[in-house]
């Protein structure tokens, strides 16, 4: 059966989303590119790896790109309780509607994503 071995977010500031979706997801940064964002020195189009060290979760890759399309570059269900939730907002989610069983959420760039209560 297929399944989700890496998702891939452009963005143009990757010091910026790393972070970010490294708190969204739970993710490390991969050690190799924790030093190059400590250090600002990634290459032009180099990209940044969220990694699970125990390989069970997807990789999520946060690549550069001087144009991006519109909104909806990504997507993104997320499992969160109140606690996760209140530091995803504090790190710049910003609040597009809510719904039934699902809010749906914006990053600092504009990307939606949802937050869910569990999974389903």
């Known amino acids: 059966m297929p399944y989700i071995s ?3 977010i452009h963005c143009r500031d990757p010091y910026l989303m790393a972070p970010f979706w490294s708190l969204v997801t739970g993710l490390p940064v991969h050690e190799e590119d924790a ?3 400590a250090g600002r020195s ?8 969220l990694h699970d060290p125990s ?4 990789d999520v890759w946060l690549a550069q790109a001087r144009d991006l399309l519109p909104v909806g570059r990504i997507h993104l269900d997320i499992v969160a309780d109140d606690d996760e939730r ?3 907002v504090a790190a710049g989610a910003v609040l597009v509607r809510e719904q039934e069983h699902l809010t749906v959420y914006a990053d600092p760039e504009g990307n939606e994503f949802c937050l869910l209560r569990e999974r389903h």
């Open 6 to 8: 890496s998702v891939v």
């Open 35 to 37: 030093v190059k964002l």
């Open 42 to 49: 990634l290459d032009e189009h180099e990209s940044v790896l």
């Open 55 to 58: 390989g069970t979760e997807p």
């Open 86 to 88: 209140a530091a995803i």
